[in-house]
């Protein structure tokens, strides 16, 4: 998706916003672009208190004097607004490509809604196409890798799995100290199933299925930006 595509869904979620809101903010590369748009408000005057789903995106905001506070010290957002890598016509994600999923998935669900944000290409009939991000613990490494193997036979994933790497080749750790697998499954027929059986395996700590969590999404095309709503599904 061109930056410019990325920054009109940006800007389409700003119509959600409402001074004094508590808000969620994502991490990703469209979710950078809210993050930008919301401190250009803020410098006008603009006053809420917001919650990062990642380092990168608490260093973005304080250099944007974005108010920002913890789970621990308010206990509900009216809204995050964060990116997806995959969502079909029933509201269910795939998130975690940019390796923020654990944080992204508390905070999600400690908001009255969650807005997607995204180019139209992100919308498919069914998931799967994008690997599935898995967070796992570091101890026990190669017996929750070989538990995941398990449940991607069982559910007849297409593809294989890897650990994923850095781009100087070393294994990436995410924010809480984890690893992250991508799955490849090609088609993930029954995503509430897949998330239980995987939220089994005791070193799985989380995964990059978000069901039940997402409300709305705004959509950018070439010929403008689409909103879609939870409550006309089509």
């Known amino acids: 998706m061109s930056e410019d595509l990325k920054r009109k869904a940006a800007q389409a979620a700003m119509s959600e916003i409402r001074s004094g809101m508590r808000i969620g903010l994502g991490t990703g590369s469209t979710a950078k672009h809210f993050v930008d748009l919301l401190g250009a408000e803020v410098a006008k005057g603009f006053e809420c208190i917001c919650v990062p789903t990642s380092e990168v995106t608490a260093a973005q ?4 004097d974005i108010a920002l506070t913890t789970l621990d010290d308010i206990d509900r957002l009216d809204v995050t607004i964060d990116g997806a890598d995959e969502i079909d016509r029933n509201f269910q994600l795939i998130k ?10 508390i905070v999600a669900a400690a908001s009255a809604r969650m807005i997607v944000i995204a180019d139209e290409t992100k919308l498919v009939d069914t998931l799967g ?3 599935l991000p898995i967070e796992v613990n570091l101890f026990g ?10 449940v991607m ?3 007849g994933a297409q593809g294989g799995k890897a650990l994923r790497k850095r781009a100087d080749g070393e294994t990436f750790v995410t924010d809480g100290g984890h690893y992250i697998v991508d799955a490849s ?11 239980l059986a995987l939220l089994e395996i005791p070193g799985v700590v989380q995964h990059g299925l978000f069901i039940d969590l997402c409300s709305d999404a705004y959509l950018a095309t070439p010929g403008g930006t689409i909103k879609l709503s939870e409550h006309v599904k089509s």
């Open 153 to 155: 036979a069982r559910f």
């Open 185 to 195: 499954f090609g088609r993930i027929s029954d995503a509430k199933a897949l998330s």
């Open 61 to 64: 905001a304080r250099g944007l």
């Open 129 to 131: 196409a994008y690997a």
């Open 141 to 150: 490494l190669a017996a929750t890798e070989r538990a995941i193997a398990g």
């Open 96 to 105: 975690g490509g940019g390796g923020a999923l654990l944080r992204e998935k």
